[in-house]
DNA sequence: GAGCACTGC
């Protein structure tokens, strides 16, 4: 995938053809030379250092005044920036980088960050970056050879020799590829690359599969679950004078978890950490942190002292102003709305620009593509094109490339017709024009129902400021929203954060294994309802990770260490029982199905599904779907000639299945560890042999110990009825049961979209469900 | 007969 946001760059100068002359668009004639050489922000002298300020005025984008402003109890403290002396941190020395720093918005603001977090106790600093504003890099960097950053030796409670805290900054992130790719670009900038036949380096990073930390780092970047998995080994964060928790906006549930363990760590046992403070900085590209400030200023944390203070600074971005367009009343279908706007920006807009159009998903988006094509083959040929392109998380990598790539022929315009995957995750380069349908399909547990929906639903003002936001990147845009503007008033102020939209049952274990014995009153910025905390409780009970007094059990502790769901954890564990006695066969199954999307991709055309499934018919099994993905995994790990035909004969994602190769080995690894395997099993490739009908059964039945509760039996009707909650579900195309009738079935998943369906199924016997849950 | 986006010592 192309450009990660992460990578926090200045706009780029986009390279454009000079073509002289001019064009006719929609009977007029326009002359596009003027429109062929980008803008670029004004470099300003400030101060005798080069700064960049947003072009063409300081002024922020519409979009962005349009919102509510936060109320900050204190003041920014931008315009106390007077002093702004270069200051050439170690190792940064006459580096060819150092000029690009110098421009990067937040340079100036290097002492007043050294400043503030040098006096940082109890408090916390928020700083408000946009895009661009450099915060991701530049920060550690300000702050990794301050005195207070220094290893401590310190005495300990219960121990007798002395021990060490401090020495490194952690900065979190959401993403794998935006810690890795962060890091790789400090340690450019600080002159120690990264990499092996490197062992001392200032920077590392540390995320799942991949840990690249050399001795002696200080600053060092990672994704938010592996910092949530340091917690369990050390519950104060002693290796670490500081932590940054960046993108903070984004309001991941590992995050959430986060902060209330570092407000825990905060205003809990000084002791624990010798007396050094943890410094606390948090990072949010968005200016709705008011509950963030909230969150960390009142100490609600009982018997400890007075609040403390939430200090904010703002870092301006690098945005170009984008002007906001509304309808000006609701359009009644917006498929039709969204199409007639692209046709209208193409005829009245000038080139260069492509337009970047977010849809509801895939289906949108190809009624759309195919109308765009139709409309495309209408032009005449002496104005400019226009192509449809297509962009979501289900495209393969070459399918998705397409969508970042210039148009092929000048004077052609390029609409990116995407989801929210342009949002946040990538950035489409060339987008002048965004169009925004106002809405995203959202995925929303219901705890009282034990299911997921997946619908389409109005976004945030926040998300709305955001898709107008990438019109912006390399000049000023226009972001024409297909609703009106009391319907933008009357948006929410910011998403519904994870932890309040997902099943708490993993961060309800991830708090036990921590030692949080009172769940309801562990400090969360948002909290769950109290019902959705007291039925994961129950759920854990029943997988065997809670005792009967609520504490954790040896197995959950266990469960907790696994970077699998909790459910998951406890099949492993049934897996390893004399019992069953099948670890490395759900090792495998549990490989395939953690492994991000479907390992099996989907076809679109019948022909093609047809030859699809007859190549698929040596993996596919009866049993259902687990049995297939055990089956796939040791026939692909049989496989001994050329695996990458084999899956593309099948049409098996090959990414997924290599990442599916990762987790088993690194599961494999973990089992012998946690001595659920008493030896390494023997390396690949080893002859497949089908598994018998008897060890299928055991498998099966190991899943029924974390699924037991999502089950359902054949009705006379012929439908299936969930045996809690009595709901009729459906088979999902997607699964091998589709269209078959088993007495019983069990389901790994269950989405609510057109239909309440079932996924990832397996044929059971109605007698099992009751062992299961009689136990 | 169908899938917003991420992610884990």
Not at 272 to 301: C, D, W, Y
């Amino acid at each position: 995938m192309a450009a990660p946001n992460a990578a926090e760059h200045a706009p780029k100068r986009r390279k454009t053809r000079q073509d002289s002359g001019s064009v006719t668009i929609g009977g007029k004639t326009i002359s596009v030379a003027g429109y062929l050489t980008s803008a670029r922000p004004k470099q300003v002298e400030a101060n005798g250092l080069k700064s960049t300020l947003q072009a063409p005025s300081q002024e922020q984008p519409s979009n962005v005044t349009s919102q509510p402003q936060q109320s900050t109890k204190k003041p920014s403290f931008e315009s106390s920036g007077t002093n702004n002396k270069s200051r050439n941190p170690r190792g940064a020395k006459d580096h060819p980088l150092l000029k690009a720093r110098r421009e990067l918005p937040i340079w100036q603001h290097q002492d007043e960050i050294r400043t503030v977090v040098k006096r940082l106790g109890t408090d916390v600093i928020v700083i408000v970056g946009e895009t661009g504003s450099g915060k991701s890099t530049q920060v550690p960097q300000f702050l990794y050879q301050e005195s207070w950053c220094k290893r401590h030796k310190v005495k300990l409670p219960g121990r007798e020799e002395d021990g060490y805290v401090g020495g490194m900054i952690a900065i979190t992130q959401p993403r794998r590829v935006a810690a890795t790719t962060l890091a790789h670009r400090v340690s450019t900038e600080a002159g120690t690359p990264l990499g092996k036949g490197r062992p001392d380096g200032l920077v590392g990073y540390s995320v799942r599969f991949d840990h690249q930390v050399p001795r002696g780092a200080r600053i060092k970047f990672l994704t938010e679950g592996t910092l949530l998995q340091e917690l369990l080994r050390d519950p104060y964060l002693r290796q670490y004078s500081a932590v940054v928790i960046d993108e903070i906006h984004e309001r991941s549930l590992d995050v959430d978890l986060l902060a209330g363990f570092l407000k825990q760590i905060l205003f809990g046992d000084k002791t624990q950490r010798g007396g050094v403070p943890l410094k606390v900085i948090i990072m949010s590209a968005t200016a709705e942190v008011g509950v963030i400030q909230e969150f960390f200023g009142n100490a609600a944390i009982p018997g400890k002292e007075k609040a403390s203070n939430v200090e904010l600074l703002r870092i301006r971005g690098r945005q170009f102003p984008v002007t906001i367009l509304y309808e000006p009343r609701p359009v009644a279908d917006l498929q039709d709305a969204l199409l007639k706007k692209i046709f209208k920006i193409h005829v009245e807009e000038p080139l260069p620009g492509d337009i970047l159009a977010f849809l509801n998903g895939q289906e949108d988006i190809e009624s759309a593509q195919r109308l765009i094509e139709e409309y495309a083959t209408s032009l005449a040929s002496n104005v400019p094109k226009i192509i449809a392109v297509p962009l979501y998380g289900q495209l393969s990598i070459e399918a998705q490339r397409v969508a970042f790539l210039p148009a092929k022929s000048p004077l052609t315009r390029k609409v990116v017709l995407a989801t929210n995957i342009a949002e946040t995750s990538v950035t489409v380069p060339g987008v002048r024009y965004v169009v925004d349908c106002g809405k995203a399909k959202v995925k929303q547990y219901r705890p009282r129902l034990g299911m997921e929906s997946l619908l389409a639903k109005p976004i945030s003002k926040s998300s709305a400021v955001q898709r107008a936001g990438r019109a912006g990147r390399e000049g000023p845009g226009k972001c024409f929203r297909l609703y009106t503007e009391d319907a933008f008033d009357s948006l929410e102020d910011s998403d519904l954060p994870e932890i309040l939209r997902n099943d708490v049952l993993g961060a309800v274990l991830t708090m036990k294994a921590r030692g949080i014995q009172d769940v309801l009153s562990f400090p969360l910025i948002d909290a769950p309802e109290p019902a959705a905390i007291e039925m994961a409780l129950l759920h854990l009970h029943f997988l065997g990770a809670l005792a009967d007094d609520g504490t954790i059990t040896p197995a959950g502790e266990m469960m907790a260490r696994f970077p699998l769901s909790a459910p998951l954890g406890a099949v492993l564990l049934a897996a390893s029982g004399p019992e069953f006695d099948c670890v490395l066969e759900v090792i495998d199954a549990i490989s395939c199905l953690t492994s991000g999307d479907d390992i099996f991709m989907h076809v679109q055309s019948e022909e093609a599904a047809e030859e699809v499934e007859s190549y698929r018919k040596d993996i596919q099994r009866r049993e259902g779907d687990i049995i297939t993905y055990l089956t796939t995994m040791q026939m692909y790990t049989a496989e001994n000639s050329d695996r990458m035909e084999w899956c593309k004969k099948r049409k098996i994602n090959i990414r997924n299945m290599k990442q599916a190769l990762n987790i088993r080995r690194q599961l494999r690894g973990m089992c012998l560890k946690e001595k659920l395997l008493s030896e390494m099993p023997a390396p690949d490739p080893q002859p497949f042999t089908p598994l018998s009908p008897e060890k299928a059964e055991s498998v099966i039945k190991c899943f029924l110990r974390g699924f037991a509760m999502r089950t359902a039996m054949l009705a006379p009707d012929g439908s299936f009825v969930t045996v809690h909650g009595k709901h009729v579900v459906a088979i999902h195309p997607s699964s091998v049961m589709h269209g078959q009738k088993k007495e019983a079935i069990m389901f790994l998943e269950h989405v609510y979209t057109n239909k309440n369906y079932a996924k990832k199924v397996s044929a059971i016997q109605a007698a099992w469900i009751a062992e299961a849950l009689g136990r």
